[in-house]
């Protein structure tokens, strides 16, 4: 068990991502403190560093990493796009983010779907499965069924492609101006089917998606009631 919620070597203050890499070892994102933390099988702290370019060139905002190869890839938005202007074409911001772990950028990959400067979504959050013993990384993002695959060594988009299942909803949010109030932004989850995963493997590729039905909205669990 690692210790409680602080800013010690082993405690936590905001965790936005974590995954295991091959030899066991556990990286954690930690949004609040900026800071990468990987801790061996035993719990010892092997690493405790700071991202270079987090929240200068770019920001972390998927709640997926990939730790493979001594490498870690994360999720961004790059900041010049941040505040999603269709004047600044925020659908032009590179996908992901490469580091070692020392937190040293390698560098950065990939591309936002280019579907996005057709429609404007709200969630844009990328969605994505690295496979580096095979070269290549699959993307998509939280509302969007169309998936692209990239040539990490290259950087390259190899395909583009997506189908939409019968049972899939997308909801044009064409009218959307701008951040939504919690209630509104809630409600929009009943309209639209939200991506939850993305794997790969040889022969096939899995997109996880979730539909939450209107009954949700009777519960005492639904987040929409006062």
């Known amino acids: 068990v690692l210790g409680g919620k602080g800013r010690g070597p082993k405690e936590l203050m905001q965790v936005l991502t974590y995954n295991f890499d091959e030899h066991g070892n556990l990286v954690v994102y930690d949004s609040r403190l900026l800071r990468l933390k990987v801790y061996s099988p035993e719990g010892k702290v092997l690493k405790n560093v700071r991202l270079e370019e987090e929240r200068k060139g770019h920001y972390i905002g998927s709640h997926q990493l990939y730790a493979q190869d001594d490498k870690i890839y994360v999720g961004i938005l790059e900041a010049e796009f941040v505040n999603m202007s269709e004047e600044t074409a925020w659908w032009n911001s590179q996908l992901l983010a490469v580091y070692n772990y020392d937190g040293e950028?390698?560098?950065?990959?990939g591309k936002?779907?280019?579907?996005?400067?057709?429609r404007k979504y709200y969630r844009y959050t990328p969605v994505f499965y690295v496979d580096s013993q095979a070269g290549r990384f699959f993307s998509t993002h939280s509302y969007n069924f169309r998936i692209q695959k990239w040539d990490i060594a290259s950087g390259k988009r190899m395909a583009y492609f997506g189908h939409k299942p019968q049972a899939f909803k997308a909801y044009d949010q064409s009218n959307i101006d701008g951040p939504l109030p919690k209630k509104e932004r809630l409600e929009l989850f009943a309209k639209q089917s939200i991506i939850s995963d993305l794997y790969a493997d040889q022969d096939y590729i899995y997109l996880l998606y979730q539909n939450i039905p209107e009954s949700f909205f009777d519960t005492k669990n639904n987040m929409l009631k006062e």
């Open 112 to 118: 936002y779907d280019p579907s996005h400067a057709e």
């Open 105 to 109: 950028l390698l560098s950065r990959m």
